[in-house]
């Protein structure tokens, strides 16, 4: 048997060691908290996932909350106006052709880091350091690193053409909350934009407590919104953060929240990171070479609400490559052509994450257009499944403004709002 080592039991840490331990290789998994420390710890994202993620944790058989998630139907666009007017700009809802799902990270992590172990994997709780990797490293065939965003991300090289970025451009707040409206439209992950200033995202979720709503901020720091209290702060402040921004800068969001209180006592997360791409390889000392995987080595801002499906990709990738790749060593020309894979997805992602954080003039007009035009607003909503045809229509100024021409032209229609 192949002896694998996981560092790392997130999202893609342990849907690769589950996946692999299914294929009769020998795994280790390494995390400093066990399934307890999980559940009763913070929440860690919104963790959206939309129909690709969800039919692979099917697959897999990891799926043990369909018929308690409540599902997400479609994506809701906002434009808040600048003068703080009660009625938003912009307002629709795309359908999604498949139902998405939020699960409490809490819950899943907890609950397949108990499918491994019964499966037989074995489970070390350890926080992994350099050395350690350098070390234990050796006594394994292959050393998968999916540690997230942490510390330990920093052993693979930053790719400087593929970061832009030195500083977080969000600061995130978000809360898991009960005592919230639906939206009217039913399921619907909610998303609000205020021109310039960041955004406001909604939707309902499955946590500790049962199904509930999640609400986060991402403002751009330094702007309006960037008011929520961060480190230190109590849940219910940074609750009342929340609330505070929405009445004056999503009123629509703040009569569905007024009565909101956090789920539970870890219900609620503050904090921000500057996206990063990064080498998929890292070469330790003695030779060593482990492999990065999701966002220890791409981690976009969450504003795309695609991370943890990419997580989900990014292990699905891996395992293929490793079943493939028969008894062939793993050096580095293997994890190079893993990652490679990955990134021909990934880097849809990192495109359209850099669009959505900066709000280009062509992006309102798509909104304006998708207002009145449905199958631009189901469009949009499907590209969070398959974010890889957003490069036709939405990505850059002139394609955008092709597809605005094209739609006036089938429609006949001269009144679309196109300047
Ligand atoms: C506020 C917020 C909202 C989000 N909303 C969404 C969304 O709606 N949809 C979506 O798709 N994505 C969303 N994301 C992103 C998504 O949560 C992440 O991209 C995804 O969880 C990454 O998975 P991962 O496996 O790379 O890492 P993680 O899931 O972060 O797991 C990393 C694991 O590594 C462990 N670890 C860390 N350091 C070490 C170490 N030294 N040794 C051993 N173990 C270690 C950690 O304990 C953790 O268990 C959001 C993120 C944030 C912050």
């Known amino acids: 048997m192949r002896r694998i080592l ?5 999202q893609s840490g342990l849907q690769l060691a589950i996946g692999l331990l299914a294929e009769d290789y020998d795994v280790t998994l390494v995390d400093p ?3 307890e420390e999980i559940e009763t710890g913070r929440v860690m994202s919104t ?3 939309f129909g690709p993620a969800l039919r692979r944790e099917r697959r897999h058989g990891l799926s043990f909350w369909d018929d308690r998630a409540p599902a997400i139907t479609g994506v809701g666009v906002r434009v808040a106006r600048p003068d703080g007017d009660p009625e938003p700009e912009v307002d629709w809802v795309g359908r999604l052709e498949e139902s998405a799902q939020s699960v409490d990270q809490r819950l899943k992590l907890a609950a397949w880091l108990r499918v ?3 499966g037989g994997g074995r489970f070390l709780r350890h926080r992994v ?13 292959l050393v998968v690193v999916a540690a997230g965003r942490g510390e330990l991300a920093r052993i693979f090289p930053r790719d400087e053409r ?10 995130l707040s978000l ?10 439209a039913g399921g619907v992950l909610s998303r609000t934009a205020v021109p310039g200033a960041g955004e406001v995202f909604s939707l309902p979720t499955l946590s500790l407590v ?8 991402e403002a751009v720091p330094g702007g309006p919104l960037d008011r929520i209290p961060g480190a230190g702060a109590s849940g219910e402040e940074i609750l009342a953060g929340i609330l505070d921004v929405l009445r004056h800068h999503a009123p629509w969001e703040y009569e569905r929240f007024a009565e909101a209180r956090p789920a539970d006592s870890g219900a609620t997360l503050s904090g921000g990171y500057a996206p990063t791409v990064r080498e998929p390889v890292a070469h330790l000392r003695g030779g060593n070479v482990v492999l990065g995987m999701a966002d220890s080595v791409v981690a976009n801002d969450p504003i795309t609400a695609q991370g943890a499906n990419m997580a989900s990709l990014c292990a699905e990738v891996y395992r293929r490559a490793i079943v493939d790749h028969g008894r062939r060593p793993f050096d580095e020309t293997f994890m190079r052509s893993a990652f490679a894979a990955y990134w021909h997805h990934a880097r849809q992602v990192t495109a359209w994450s850099r669009v959505m954080l900066s709000g280009p003039p062509h992006v309102w007009e798509l909104y304006r257009l998708a207002e009145r035009h449905r199958p631009t607003a189901d469009r949009f909503a499907d590209s969070f499944s398959d974010p890889g045809g957003l490069i036709d229509w939405f990505l850059h100024p002139e394609r955008a403004m092709e597809y605005v021409d094209s739609v006036r032209c089938a429609t006949g229609s001269s009144h679309l709002p196109i300047s």
């Open 175 to 184: 809360a898991y909350v009960t005592g919230a409206e639906a939206h009217p």
């Open 6 to 10: 996981v560092v790392g039991a997130g």
């Open 33 to 35: 908290r066990g399934p």
């Open 129 to 141: 350091s350099v050395e350690d990797l350098a070390t234990v490293g050796r006594d394994y065939e």
């Open 162 to 171: 593929r970061s832009p970025f030195r500083a977080p451009q969000r600061s």
């Open 210 to 217: 049962g199904p509930c709503q999640a609400v986060m901020v």
């Open 47 to 49: 963790q959206c996932l």
């Open 116 to 118: 491994f172990v019964q």
